[in-house]
């Protein structure tokens, strides 16, 4: 048995070390030595890299309470205005509309006269928390943020926790057929993921499922559905169900998740957060998690992993994410035809063949005085046609013309964002540089730019860029 020293405090007293076990793990550093795999040389350097960054930070600096510049800092710098003011802005900023059929989102105050709350998520401070945190100054829930907006609120767990072995169906039922609005707050928690700890199904734990979709049967109107959670479910169920009018995924928010839930539905801040990952369907968890190949192998069936490879269906997009205005986008590249980038600079090099019949440069032969030269400004232009101010992000990709000899389906160049009054417009640039942007890995590691059309695509907009030299 392995033992780490931690530290803990009494709530009476000075800390105190204690011993604690590590669970027994196979540690395969020796035998990758031992096999040649890897030298000494190479965990010398990782060490190195490790312990370097380690004494930057002030690790091995002694005890940090001794410190004169950070040893008396305590509550009341880490809860000032200003840091609770970021920590509401972080939470609203990245909560992501995935539905708003027939445009339910956002409600109006005077409008909702009765609320019913359902769901473990509802009012659990511990469940606005991430895998790593330190003491909330304050925390809102969502029911919390909710009675803020709506004088009669009433609340039902529903299920005993985020497992749900247990649902009171009939109770939300009847809550729900005798109110004007119901908000659902349903999801995840730690005991379901976190470090060390990984989920075998991507659908929502125990019933959930079913108490969503009775709940939403014996409502009024379209129930509202926000999701707490730090992965992506497969809530398929609720996407094509009319019964669910709007889904909102809030990640897990911290201290002023409730708060900011609230001020999304009801319109003071005009949702504009995009999904960081692709939302897989429950059937990826078929795919052999010792089998981690990005690419996808169609004579396997093998669907590939990420956005950049995935080429199954997904339930949500990476990058997706709705919003109370309507913006508009187009793709301007500056430079005439489809000759943006400057690619006589290729004449000279030599184009090496492709498996499949085509031709690539080498980015380390381009050089890097080429490669300067060979990048381009792409600007995009928006428009918020309203109704509401809000923000906007703009994603853009290349897309490769095909996806064989190991190219990805899509990459992402960049993204930036833009906030813009109802109305207005902006023009977005991008710095574009084929030997970072338009470049793959070939099987020997080394960068290559196919010969050939690439299209810049943002939305449905794309523009073609022919890479000949």
């Not at 909560?95 to 509802?122: E, M």
């Not at 309203?386 to 990459?411: I, Y």
Request: charged share 20%; proline share 6%; with cysteine.
């Amino acid at each position: 048995m392995r033992w780490r020293s931690c530290t803990t405090r009494s709530s009476t007293g000075p800390r105190q070390r204690t011993r604690s076990p590590l669970p027994s793990r196979p540690v395969h550093g020796m035998a990758a030595v031992r096999q040649g795999r890897m030298t000494e040389q190479d965990v010398d350097r990782a060490l190195r890299n490790l312990f370097a960054v380690r004494m930057r930070l002030g690790h091995f600096d002694g005890d940090p309470r001794g410190s004169a510049l950070y040893g008396g800092l305590g509550a009341k710098d880490v809860c000032s205005p200003t840091h609770k003011n970021l920590a509401l802005q972080a939470a609203t900023s990245g909560i992501v509309l995935l539905k708003n059929d027939a445009g339910i989102l956002p409600l109006r105050r005077g409008v909702v006269a009765s609320a019913a709350v359902i769901g473990h998520n509802a009012n659990d401070p511990g469940a606005l928390n991430g895998n790593y945190f330190g003491p909330p100054c304050e925390t809102t829930t969502p029911l919390q943020g909710l009675q803020g907006y709506v004088q009669n609120v009433r609340f039902l767990a529903g299920c005993d926790s985020a497992a749900c072995g247990f649902a009171a169906t009939g109770q939300a039922v009847g809550l729900a057929a005798s109110s004007d609005y119901v908000f659902l707050f349903m999801g995840l928690s730690q005991a379901q993921e976190q470090e060390g700890l990984d989920r075998t199904s991507l659908l929502l734990p125990g019933k959930q499922q079913s108490l969503i979709t009775a709940v939403a049967n014996a409502a009024k109107r379209p129930v509202i559905l926000v999701l707490l959670t730090g992965g992506p479910v497969d809530v398929t169920f609720a996407k094509v169900n009319p019964k669910i009018g709007a889904i909102l995924w809030a990640g897990y928010p911290g201290q002023a998740g409730g708060l900011a839930i609230a001020r999304v539905l009801f319109g003071d801040h005009n949702p504009s957060g995009r999904l960081p990952v692709t939302w897989y369907p429950e059937e990826f968890t078929k795919v052999p998690m010792t089998d981690m190949r990005m690419r996808a192998d169609p004579a396997t069936g093998y669907p590939g992993r990420s956005y950049r490879f995935y080429r199954g269906n997904a339930v949500y997009k990476f990058g997706y994410g709705l919003s109370y205005s309507k913006f508009s986008r187009q793709l301007v590249v500056s430079g005439t035809g489809n000759k943006a980038p400057n690619t006589n600079l290729l004449a000279g090099l030599a184009a090496t063949p492709t498996a499949d019949g085509g031709a690539s440069y080498v980015v380390e032969e381009i050089g890097a005085d080429g490669c300067e030269q060979l990048k381009f400004p792409a600007v995009v232009e928006v428009q918020n046609h309203g109704p509401l101010d809000g923000k906007h992000s703009v994603l853009m990709f290349l897309r490769w013309p095909n996806a064989t000899g190991g190219r990805p389906v899509s990459q992402l160049i960049g993204f930036r964002t833009q906030h813009l009054k109802a109305g207005e417009k902006a023009s977005l640039r991008f710095d574009v540089s084929p030997c970072e942007h338009f470049s793959r890995a070939r099987e020997d590691g080394k960068k290559v730019i196919d010969g050939g059309s690439h299209f810049l695509r943002v939305g449905q907009d794309e523009h073609e860029i022919s890479f000949e030299s």
